[in-house]
């Protein structure tokens, strides 16, 4: 049989045993919770591309893309319009430089001069076919090249718009025209 003095000593080994697991399985969570802590964070710093890895964005959907240089100014948005999606590309004074339009009638592309105001050229394609359109500074077509149906023609104006001379080329062969600054025809059949 153990005296009261065996067993005292027998306790505090126990409890000095009991203290040092203790000790181990504090020291084990805080780790573990460090770990789980530690694991947030850096979760938390990784944007939802770079956690994809290697693979990419399948699918973006919105009603309006805005692209802003470094100065956080407007430089190209791609928005849907009434008649359709429409792309603008602005130069650095934040006017519009071009235009892709995609209506109800077809495809437009315009260019603008430095006001953002006068489109340059124009190349449209509707119903009747594609046609590209030049203008002056005042935005008086000049010029224009066009495809209709089984035709093609190339017309170009004065200062005033009126047209001064065409060629036209179809099924019955190709036809110059030159008008005098009334607006007076002179056609010429060419062979």
Do not use: Y
Not at 59 to 70: G, K, P, T, V, W
Not at 107 to 124: H, M, Q, R, T, W
Request: net charge neutral; glycine share 12%; aromatic share 2%.
């Amino acid at each position: 049989m153990m005296t009261i003095e065996e067993r005292l000593k027998n306790m505090e080994r126990e409890a000095g045993r009991q203290k040092r697991r203790n000790r181990w399985l504090l020291g084990a969570i805080l780790v573990l919770l460090g770990g789980l802590v530690a694991a947030g964070v850096f979760k938390t710093m990784i944007t939802p591309v770079q956690a994809q890895g290697a693979g990419t964005v399948k699918e973006i959907r919105a009603n309006r893309f805005s692209l802003e240089d470094e100065n956080g100014k407007l430089r190209a948005a791609l928005t849907m319009i009434e008649d359709g999606p429409s792309l603008e590309l602005l130069d650095k004074n934040g006017k519009i430089r071009a235009a892709l339009i995609v209506g109800e009638d077809g495809p437009s592309l315009g260019l603008l001069d430095e006001k953002g105001e006068v489109i340059c050229a124009a190349l449209i394609v509707d119903k009747n076919g594609p046609n590209l359109r030049l203008t002056d500074e005042n935005g008086k077509i000049r010029a224009m090249l066009g495809v209709v149906e089984d035709s093609s023609s190339l017309g170009m104006s004065d200062e005033n718009g009126k047209i001064r001379a065409a060629l036209i080329v179809d099924k019955d062969g190709p036809l110059l025209g030159l008008m005098d600054e009334n607006g007076k025809p002179i056609w010429r059949t060419i062979k």
